[in-house]
């Protein structure tokens, strides 16, 4: 099985390198790696963030491995060639709609979190991001308005075969698990989420085992902290879920630890941690590889058959936390490396 490595910018190769020691110890020779260049590493080399042999190889591979993109270096490049295109351009070119957040607490990592232990142990949810719509896609510019100022402008839209297909794996998700889906949307003043919510209840008659509630993003985020147990699953669009996720990091520990799989409609999958580049921390072996490392044993889960193989990484990684490995957003002093060595350990 082939998979495609896109390690990008920042702590991206740094916490790929981790994830692909353990791969090499759990799968061995199974899995085979092509490299493509993406983001600003992908600039710099060829003048494009997510050039075409890169889509080459992402189209080719059973699955996609991917660290982050991001680079300062960048920033006052137009929009269609800066970094994070790369990341918006896989999920688009490969119809990568569902991305799949899961946030729980290793009970060892109560002390990391921004909750109370008894509240944040609580934790066990899945967000299901919608990622191939609203206004990350939506028509975009900077023009002049009647009064003669500059105004930028991102449209927010979906159609409603793209919420119904997102609101299916929402269901399909909290059915194979608690069954409790909570649909966020911010109906109350945006129109594109009274569609979302029409949608969703319409689809929810096929599911009629799953309970089925909606929230207002700005109550789910207070909520999110007040009580995060209440959660099995929460399906959102784009943006929404993109913060949220961030947010829910914080009550699992830090964002370090927070793996994500975007799925097309047969299970193909990008594989990545929910965070950035992280500049501020780049080269200096401050990186978390734990998300890393948990996204590769979802893509053995998800993509390529292998859930034995996946539950070996999940719990290497617990047994490693158990041992007290801890890097600096745990609390601790370990280096990237370090957490690595961690878990072939503990493997
Ligand atoms: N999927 C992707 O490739 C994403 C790319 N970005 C890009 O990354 C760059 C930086 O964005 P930020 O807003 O700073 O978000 P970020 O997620 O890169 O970093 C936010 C904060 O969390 C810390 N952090 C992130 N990952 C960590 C890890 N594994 N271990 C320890 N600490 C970690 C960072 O040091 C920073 O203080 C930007 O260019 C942004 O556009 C942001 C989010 C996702
Ligand atoms: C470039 C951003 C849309 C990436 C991001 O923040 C995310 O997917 O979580
Ligand atoms: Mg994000």
Not at 97 to 118: G, M, Q, T, V, Y
Not at 229 to 235: H, L, N, Y
Request: glycine share 10%.
């Amino acid at each position: 099985m082939l998979i495609a490595l896109l390690p990008g910018d920042g702590i991206g190769p740094e916490v790929i390198a981790q994830a692909r020691r353990v791969l090499d110890v759990v799968v061995g020779d199974r899995l085979t790696y092509e490299e493509g260049l993406v983001g600003g590493a992908a600039y710099k080399a060829v003048g494009h963030p997510l050039p075409e042999a890169t889509m080459e190889i992402a189209r080719r591979a059973d699955a996609l491995l991917f660290g982050a993109v991001g680079d300062p270096d960048c920033d006052a490049l137009e929009r269609r060639l800066r970094p994070e295109q790369a990341i918006l351009g896989l999920r688009a070119g490969l119809s990568l709609f569902a991305n799949l957040r899961p946030a729980k607490l290793f009970p060892e990592l109560a002390d990391a979190s921004a909750l109370r232990p008894e509240v944040a142990s609580a934790i066990d949810l899945v967000i299901v991001r919608e990622t191939n719509g609203d206004v990350y896609f939506g028509e975009k510019g900077i023009r002049t308005n009647a009064a003669g100022r500059r105004e930028g402008y991102d449209i927010m839209c979906y159609d409603e075969d793209e919420v119904s297909r997102i609101a299916r794996v929402g269901f399909e998700t909290a059915r194979a698990r608690r069954g409790k889906l909570c649909s966020v949307d911010k109906a109350n003043v945006l129109e594109t989420s009274q569609l979302w919510r029409d949608v969703v209840i319409e689809v929810s008659a096929d599911y009629p085992d799953v309970q089925l509630s909606h929230m207002y993003v700005d109550n789910a985020a207070m909520q999110l902290v007040r009580n995060p147990g209440q959660f099995d699953v929460i399906v959102t669009g784009n943006l929404f879920g993109d913060i949220l996720s961030d947010q829910a990091s914080m009550c699992a520990g830090s964002i370090g630890m927070l793996p994500s799989a975007t799925l097309d409609a047969n299970n193909k999958g990008l594989y990545e941690p929910i965070h950035g580049s992280a500049p501020d921390i780049a080269g200096q072996g401050k990186a978390n590889p734990l998300a890393t490392i948990l996204s590769a044993a979802m893509m053995l889960r998800y993509s390529l058959g292998l859930p034995a193989e996946a539950d070996r990484i999940e719990a290497a990684v617990a047994k490693a936390l158990a041992g007290g490995v801890r890097s600096p957003d745990l609390g601790g002093t370990h280096t990237t490396a370090q957490l690595g060595d961690a878990v072939l350990a503990a493997l």
